[in-house]
Nanobody
Framework: QFHVVESGGGLVQPGGSLRLSCAVA??????VGWFRQAPGKEREPIGC????????YYREIMKGRFTISRDRAKNMVYLQIDSVKLEDTAVYYC?????????????????WGQGTQVTVQV
């Protein structure tokens, strides 16, 4: 079983910031994507970190407040959320897949974490 574990979720006030972490077994050759699922909604992609050069790519509507980065030495990928909004309340997932580059689509990933809950409230 390929190790993928999210952490860093919790309660945050609107306008605040939060950094989620994703620990994976290895980043060598693996793309990592970030996704979220709000209550009553389908899982949606946020963006991904390329296996080739660590560059990040985002779903168009997610650009601006979300930043994905990776620390290859630690086998960690991070999701920074700035200017948090109430509608950011969701379970956030990361997923890994052995491929060149990365794809911003859930179907492209084989290995998923259990998710970490982010709740935004006043």
């Amino acid at each position: 079983q390929f190790h993928v574990v999210e952490s860093g979720g919790g309660l945050v006030q609107p306008g605040g910031s939060l950094r989620l972490s994703c620990a994976v077994a290895t980043l060598n050759g693996y793309a990592v994507g970030w996704f979220r699922q709000a209550p009553g909604k389908e899982r949606e992609p946020i963006g991904c970190s390329s296996s080739d050069d660590g560059r990040s790519y985002y779903r168009e509507i997610m650009k601006g407040r979300f930043t994905i980065s990776r620390d290859r030495a630690k086998n960690m990928v991070y999701l920074q959320i700035d200017s948090v909004k109430l509608e950011d309340t969701a379970v956030y997932y990361c997923a890994a897949d052995r491929r060149p580059g990365c794809i911003v689509a859930a179907a492209a990933y084989d290995h998923w974490g259990q998710g970490t809950q982010v709740t935004v409230q006043v």
